[in-house]
């Protein structure tokens, strides 16, 4: 093998590498090993924060739940508030695109779902959000971006469906839009105070049903 030939394949092996080291020597982290890491941590603590709470969800959780040790973590995020904002930022913007593709209701569902005590739910990183929004004014004025963000997808998935003749007439779509958040906040308010699901899902029925054009009725041949 040509001495060229050489330098090429070790190029293409530090290239396929993701451990890279500088000119000192000290190993580095590719991009993409370091969004992966970044996202296992908020995969996990979405689980811990699920099952303990935010208050509940201490350093050595985090530490247990992760697998990595609060030097590590804090690595990505500059502490646990920093973690969790991170973690409800996230999800405010996949539950944005929910609503663009299936709407607020379906956002409800899926909060309803996590009473089943699935750990990667979005209900309880909602929970203590609300909370905050209840408790913490500099959160409170922090937030508004998303929750804006979440009613323009709203208000904008309901035009286009009151463009195809698939809603109700008879109601301005701001209405229904604000009509959908409110409810959104009482199912919150609900499941917060640790009250039984029981028929909630077959008021997400109904919910649905409001804002929907009703179908003709059927006329009976005489």
């Not at 906040?185 to 009703?214: C, I």
Request: hydrophobic share 40%; glycine share 8%.
């Amino acid at each position: 093998m040509t001495t060229g030939a050489r330098r090429a394949g070790r190029s293409a092996a530090r290239r396929n590498n993701p451990y890279v080291r500088d000119t000192a020597g000290v190993p580095r982290v590719s991009t993409d090993q370091l969004a992966a890491r970044r996202q296992q941590i908020l995969d996990s603590a979405r689980s811990c924060f699920a099952r303990y709470g935010y208050e509940g969800a201490t350093v050595r959780r985090l530490e247990q739940t992760t697998g990595l040790s609060r030097g590590a973590i804090f690595h990505y995020f500059r502490d646990k508030e920093a973690l969790f904002l991170a973690l409800a930022e996230q999800d405010a913007r996949r539950m944005a695109e929910i609503v663009a593709d299936q709407g607020l209701v379906q956002v409800m569902r899926e909060l309803l779902a996590g009473e089943d005590g699935d750990d990667r739910s979005w209900l309880g990183t909602r929970l203590e959000v609300s909370r905050r929004l209840r408790t913490d004014p500099e959160f409170r004025q922090r937030w508004r971006a998303h929750s804006a963000a979440l009613t323009a997808a709203t208000r904008d998935r309901l035009e286009r469906q009151a463009a195809a003749g698939a809603l109700r007439d008879d109601v301005p779509v701001p209405v229904l839009a604000q009509y959908l958040e409110l409810v959104l906040e009482g199912l919150v308010s609900h499941l917060a105070m640790g009250l039984p699901a029981g028929d909630l899902a077959g008021v997400l029925d109904v919910v649905e049903q409001t804002v929907r054009r009703s179908a003709p009725p059927h006329v009976m041949e005489p």
